[in-house]
């Protein structure tokens, strides 16, 4: 019974609290995609104040996952199609661009003076594949591909990006610095960090955003979610707790005897107590291991994810420590108990 009440208990919290925690981490991740972590630095000055120096300098921060630079816009159209194409605003870039942005026709570009579209301009373009060239500055730009962008920076479909050279790079205006962090708490931090890097006389001429709103709302979700899980978890250990009392408390009244012949035989009452958690925790072990296996393999198949492995072993480790906690008061009981009273033959 020890067993199978520690197996519910251990299984019934990872069902509830560890498919709330992966729900959790789902919906956040969700909230991500709307921008929390992205933060945009423009420069409002003529004198071109961030360049390629501060891109490579903010994607060296610990806290920064990609970061990525644009230049100034340019008007540009497709080369077949003459002046009068519909104009596509097409920038240089340096950095990163982040793994969300896809390829959705073609390749990325490799060589320098190569473009790719978004998926906006491509149609603007009139292209039927990602070839041919766009012109812009007197200048033809070899199509290569074309990309889709995540929600964050979803403006960039209507954009055309050329990649830069490293003789351009040298000398090339950055407009705007896009950077993320590795997570929507580290946003100020990097934020701070970002300004550092700019001279004291120049600060004034520069502008940097991030998704307040987004990330209020990702921490007030997430505490909301956080609280509810932690009143199901307590609620569960609670319950585990008052069981596994119950059930030691019947365990050891039914070998009364048998413990009152250890205590007569010379065990003292440390022994006796220590006798009864031991065998408290072995079966409360088996039981947690047993349902956290079963519960992990159930909200896997039922939401294609599961807890990490710290809340998993915290899980394992409170099951088993509430059906400890839950064996001392019998067996402090039996401890104290006379064994004279309970071994006299009437």
Known sequence: MSVIVSAIVTLTVILTTGQSAASRQAVLNTIDTLGTT??????NSTEGILGPDFVDSAGNLSTVEWSFGLSDVTDAHNSALGAGATPIPVRKYI????????????????????????????????MESPSGTIRADDTNYAVV????????????????????????????????????ATEAASVDE???SLIAMVPTQDVASI???????????????????????????????????????VITYVSVSSRRRDIGRRRAL???????VALILLQGLATSTIGALTGTGVGLLIVHVL???????????????????????????????AAFTDPVRILRVP
């Not at 320098?112 to 301009?121: S, Y």
């Not at 991030?210 to 007030?220: P, V």
């Not at 294609?304 to 409170?318: I, Y």
């Open 145 to 180: 591909g074309s990309f889709a962008a995540p929600t964050a920076i979803s403006q960039f479909d209507e954009l055309g990006l050329i990649k830069t050279s490293d003789t351009e790079r040298a000398g090339l205006g950055i407009r705007y610095v896009y950077v993320s």
């Open 207 to 245: 502008s940097v955003e991030a998704a307040a709103g987004a990330i209020a709302l990702r921490e007030a979700l997430g505490a909301q979610l956080d609280a509810d899980a932690r009143s199901m978890l307590v609620l569960v250990l609670v319950v585990g707790f008052i069981l596994t009392m």
């Open 266 to 272: 010379g065990a003292t009452r440390s022994q006796t």
């Open 303 to 333: 939401i294609g994810a599961t807890p990490g492995a710290p809340f998993t072993a915290s899980v394992c480790l409170l099951a088993i420590l509430v059906s400890g906690i839950g064996s001392i008061p019998p067996a402090v009981l």
């Open 38 to 43: 992205l933060i945009v630095v423009s420069d």
């Open 190 to 192: 990097v934020i701070s």
């Open 95 to 126: 950095g990163t661009l982040p793994d969300e942005v896809t390829l959705s026709a073609g390749r990325m570009p490799i060589a320098a003076g190569e473009m790719w579209l978004g998926t906006t301009a491509f149609e603007n373009a009139r």
